[in-house]
């Protein structure tokens, strides 16, 4: 590592190193950073994932629900929802979780890592062992994975539901209130199509940007929801090394989620000219 | 006289505004008089009486050592209402520099700036501010700091944007008319035209600074163990949740998200207020 030269030259052999895909070695673990992190990201993703999928599902139609219906009692529990979304904070939810599935009703697992302990991980295809052991026709596993995501992922999509249905709920009202729909409505269209091919469409793009949003706070929540549940990922990773003052671990897991944060936004750009051809020919 | 006449109309209007804002006042009023408030020393153990759940004597029961939560649930507001503050006003003030320089004097000034605040917004903040108190060195003051700079960018933004708009504008151009210097056009024309938006943007970010340190000393950041602070105490608590003993982490986690949803509720208040168009 250098740590005899000065400041400049080593960041200088850190840079080289990194080039050729090398982060450095963690003192804990012993393993070159690079491969510790690649064992880990498939657990942090498919759990960062699957909240946003469910916060996906659940606050576009709540959002949209509100925005069709204003002032009724669909609206009152979105504007709870979304109210108290960003207030909670997402460790305590994790928490009330556990001791509300775990300990009082008994349905969900203990929250120990990503199986229980009577599984073994199926065979290593992407990482992601609810693909992984569809893939292998192990249900049994499946269903452990299963079990053992939902609270974490529940915790997070929480968090995550609060931006997404404000946001479809506000575009969609204002979408829903401008001359192009009231003229679909006076040539007779069916609700289903002014409300999904019309409007929705029409308010998908601060939508669409709001997700990329979300998904960095969720790159950064994962970290707590992670050591609540006791998540083998990249964030309770770094976190030990970070107790342990063990920094090539740290400057990997940083580095490596600025570059899933850029390939995201890339992602979010490509998506928005795609819905909105507009967006591209001003660019 | 008029001013107040016109507050307590607006504030009766938004009931949930004036709710908050008394909520407020009473958060301000726990962290400045907390020692005088609690009824026994956050700090005492006395591990007899320990794990005991919430009754008349310990109103929130107590932890693992025996000490009040109540007491120390009190005492927390302190730390974490102070490192929000301090976090809050650091931003503000250095964001407000940073984004009126910009924004009036534009140029190269102002593709700095922007390409800075582009440089911390590229990564997801918590992390961020994670790998800033690893780097300056695991303590309070520290966690000052990096709550800042993650603020920063939103203040930057809002005064550069808000400034864009009004340096054009009619008494601007009278101002200069007159004789006055762009500094003393900048300061004492364009600032107090902002300062609205930007109470708005103070009051939101508070909440949202009070989760961070508490996220941040949850994870083992900043603040240390004895020491009476929310985040630690959820920490703590978490190991008892798993065997039922719920009182630990409740008290704590709730008084967070109270205070923090009273900041937004404040924030959303202030914004209709202020300027009722950007209501969503």
Known sequence: ?283 | MKQFEEWRYLLLQNPLTLIALIAFIGVVICALFAPWLVPYDPLASDTANALQPPSWSNWFGTDQLGRDIFSRVIMGTRMDLGIAVGAVALAAVIGTFLGACAGFYGGHLDRAVGRGVDIIMAFPLFVLAMAIVAGLGNNVINVVYASAIINMPFYVRVVRSEILVLKNAGFVEAARLCGNSNKRILWFQLLPNVSAPLVVQMSLNMGWSMLNAASLSFVGLGIRPPTPEWGIMVAEGAHYIISGQWWLALFPGLALTLVVLCFNLLGDGLRDIIDPRRRT
């Not at chain 1, 673990?29 to 880990?40: A, C, F, H």
Request: include cysteine; hydrophobic fraction near 55%; charge should be neutral.
């Open chain 1, 1 to 283: 590592m250098g740590l005899n030269e000065s400041l400049f030259s080593q960041f200088w052999i850190y840079l080289k190193d990194l080039l050729q895909g090398d982060m450095g070695r963690s003192f804990t673990t012993g393993q070159p950073v690079t491969q510790d992190l690649m064992e880990r990201l498939p657990a942090s993703l498919e759990l960062t994932l699957l909240g946003l999928f469910i916060a996906i599902i659940v606050g576009l139609p709540l959002g949209m629900l509100a925005a069709t219906h204003p002032n009724s009692w669909i609206d009152h529990i979105c504007r709870l929802l979304t109210t108290s979304g960003v207030c909670l904070p997402t460790f305590f939810t994790g928490l009330v979780l556990i001791y509300i599935f775990y300990y009082l009703l008994g349905w969900a697992p203990a929250p120990m890592g990503r199986l229980d302990l009577f599984s073994s991980p199926p065979q290593d295809v992407t990482g992601f062992y609810l693909i992984d052991s569809a893939l292998a026709g192990e249900w049994a596993i499946f269903r452990s994975a299963l079990a053992q995501l939902i609270l974490p992922s529940i915790t997070l999509a929480l968090f995550a539901l609060a931006p997404l249905a404000r946001i479809t709920r506000a575009g969609l009202l204002g979408v829903l209130n401008s001359d192009f729909i009231r003229s679909a409505k006076a040539a007779g269209l069916p609700r289903r199509v002014i409300l999904v091919r019309y409007a929705l469409r029409n308010s998908l793009l601060p939508v669409v940007n709001t997700m990329g949003m979300v998904f960095s706070y969720l790159l950064g929540i994962n970290v707590l929801v992670e050591k609540v549940f006791a998540w083998p990922g990249i964030g309770s990773y770094a976190l030990e090394a970070l107790i342990a003052s063990d920094y090539a671990p740290v400057q990997g897991f940083v580095l490596s989620i600025a570059v899933l944060y850029v390939l995201l936004n890339l992602i979010v750009d490509l998506l928005c000219s795609l819905i909105d051809p507009r967006v591209e020919r001003a660019a």
